[in-house]
């Protein structure tokens, strides 16, 4: 069993790599890969370290990296990468976009367009949120929320449900809240690029987390045209069996080449465990072959 969907306190997990190690190593699982946003920091820490001594199986090198495709933020995995040269492009493209500075952006994005819309707000001062690890939509639609005046100065979707507001208001370019990420993120075909670069394999993660993509597979057909992905991630904790066995007969009928993992963040994301995910997972080992030596 495997997991190669991980997360740590390098970006928005809650757990340290030592602590990932045990878990990995209490669950036999045979081969793990943290995969942080946009950071390697976990793999300089562990060279520090003696890993053997927590963990006995093996580490493939990973990350996972925001791209901007279609009006959409989507997320790439990247596998077996040298880290010395990923991290030199990391710091390149993304070291004036930290998940602070842009999550603060984005807040004041929304908060902007809110007052165009006489909505009422407490100001931006007095919110209690942590810009390094909260997401600034969540914050403003909870923000919104508090005051049942605002009910009747927005769409009733919009107010019903926190899914509506981010997939039809916040991704949608004709609605109120529309927030352009274009220069915030890379487009997929230049992270494909780097990855390659880096001697490293792309995956496209977990498709079905994105609700606005109608037709999944027609979808992954036209990204993979867009960008020359390898692989998609056919096993993850929200997919079902079904949704799971299509998306491997797709990469098999390809010749993509298939990851799975959990996406772990530890206390941060409770109802999902490394190896297993809710339980439902026991990804095997068997998917490495073809891409991982």
């Known amino acids: 069993m495997i997991d190669l969907h991980i997360h740590t306190n390098n970006s928005d997990g809650s757990e340290d790599v030592i602590e990932i190690l045990k878990k990995a190593e209490e669950k036999k699982l045979s081969y793990i890969a943290i995969t942080d946003h946009e950071s390697c920091n976990a793999y300089f820490q562990l ?11 093996k580490i493939i090198y990973g990350v996972e990296l925001k791209n901007y495709y279609k009006d959409r933020v989507i997320d790439i995995l990247a ?28 807040l ?31 914050v403003f639609y909870n923000e919104l929320k508090k005051h049942p005046e605002n009910e009747a100065k927005v769409p009733k979707d919009l107010w019903e449900d926190f899914s ?23 487009s997929p075909k230049q992270t494909v690029k780097q990855i390659h670069l880096a001697g490293g394999v792309a ?10 993509v109608e037709n999944k597979i027609e979808y992954i057909k036209q990204l993979i045209k867009d960008s020359n992905l390898d692989g ?14 299509g998306l491997i ?45």
Request: proline fraction near 2%.
């Open 47 to 57: 060279k520090k370290i003696d890993v053997k001594k927590y963990y006995s199986g």
């Open 249 to 293: 007969d797709f990469c098999i009928k390809n010749n993509l080449h298939i990851s799975g993992g959990t996406d772990f963040h530890g206390t941060k994301r409770p109802s999902v465990d490394l190896g297993v995910g809710r339980g439902n997972l026991n990804i095997p080992e068997n998917i490495l072959y073809n891409w991982y030596k």
């Open 79 to 106: 596998y077996n990468i040298d880290i010395n040269k990923f991290d030199n492009y990391l710091k390149k493209e993304y070291k004036e976009k930290t998940h602070g500075m842009l999550e603060t952006k984005n």
């Open 232 to 245: 998609i991630e056919c096993y993850y904790s929200n997919f079902t069996e079904n949704q799971t066995k």
């Open 108 to 138: 004041r994005h929304f908060y902007k367009q809110a007052k165009n819309y006489g909505l009422i707000l407490n100001s931006i001062d007095e919110i209690k949120w942590d810009a390094d690890k909260d997401w600034g939509s969540v």
């Open 203 to 212: 995956f496209l993660a977990h498709v079905y987390e994105y609700k606005w």
């Open 164 to 186: 509506n507001f981010k997939k039809d208001y916040i991704y949608n370019r004709k609605n109120m809240f529309f927030l352009d990420k274009k220069d915030d993120y890379p």
